[in-house]
Nanobody
C-alpha cells in the first residue's frame, strides 16, 4: 500500500537543529495518519509525534515545544523539525503509518546529538 523512506539524520551538537523527512510512495498519502517514532540504544521504540490526514497534531511530552511535525501532501512527505536537540534525543528515527490494521515503517534515519 505504501513505502516509506526517511532522510535528514546526522550528527549535531546539543542545542542544534535537524529536519527529518519521510517520503512516501503510493497514491493514498493524503488520507494517511503519519507518525514519527524513535529507538535509542537499549530502549524500546517510542512514539514521538503524530499528524492526521486532517492536520491534527500531538507530541510526546519530552519533545513538546522543541519538535514540529508537518506534512506536504503534494510531495507525499512528512517532516519532523527538531530544535534545541539534547543528547537524550539520540536515536534511530522511524516514520510510520497505518492502513487498516497494517503498520508500515521506513528504514530509519540516525540522529546523534553530542554534548
Amino acid at each position: 500500500q505504501v513505502q516509506l523512506v526517511e532522510s535528514g539524520g546526522g550528527l549535531v551538537q546539543a542545542g542544534g537543529s535537524l529536519r527529518l523527512s519521510c517520503a512516501a510512495s503510493g497514491s493514498i498519502f493524503s488520507i494517511l495518519p503519519m507518525g514519527w517514532y524513535r529507538q535509542a540504544p537499549g530502549k524500546q521504540r517510542e512514539w514521538v509525534a503524530f499528524i492526521t490526514s486532517g492536520g491534527s497534531i500531538d507530541y510526546q511530552d519530552s519533545v513538546k515545544g522543541r519538535f514540529t511535525i508537518s506534512r506536504d501532501n503534494a510531495k507525499s512527505t512528512v517532516y519532523l523539525q527538531m530544535n534545541s536537540l539534547k543528547p537524550d534525543d539520540t536515536a534511530l528515527y522511524y516514520c510510520n503509518t497505518r492502513v487498516g490494521f497494517q503498520n508500515y515503517w521506513g528504514q530509519g534515519t540516525q540522529v546523534t546529538v553530542s554534548s
